[in-house]
């Protein structure tokens, strides 16, 4: 949300990040899809990628496996990703998702996206 629906602004999740961390909290994942770190194109655009790079190699950002087939983009569901690991560590997840469909999946995860899912919204920077 930090690129206003216009952009995907990796600044923004390095802002997260920083946020959080500002605050004590050092056991900080994020997911991103692999295909973010391949060459923007006009209709998807990007910026600051090296920022995904930067965080990868500080062992904070965690690319989701991507692969072609037959020419086309197949992603795994990065969201299982997300609510799997949260449940798992005890974490919170940071995300304006609902997550509807995994509530459903696993009473488990229900309470816990209840109870552990962190909406939020950015003001310019902040």
């Not at 965080?55 to 969201?79: N, Q």
């Not at 459903?104 to 109870?115: A, D, G, L, V």
Request: hydrophobic share 35%; charged share 35%.
């Amino acid at each position: 949300s930090h690129g206003n629906k216009e952009v995907f602004s990796c600044r923004g999740i390095l802002l997260a990040v920083q946020w959080f961390w500002d605050r004590g909290h050092k056991d900080i994942t994020v997911f991103v899809p692999s295909w973010r770190k391949e060459q923007p194109r006009p209709d998807v655009l990007i910026t600051d990628q090296h920022i995904l790079r930067d965080l990868e190699k500080k062992k904070i950002l965690v690319f989701t496996p991507s692969r072609r087939v037959g020419g086309k983009r197949v992603v795994c569901y990065d969201d299982r990703f997300i609510v799997k690991l949260a449940h798992e560590s005890d974490g919170i997840v940071v995300s304006n998702d609902t997550y509807r469909d995994l509530q459903n999946e696993r009473p488990e995860w229900k309470k816990f996206i209840e109870e552990r899912l962190l909406m939020y919204s950015f003001v310019n920077d902040k």
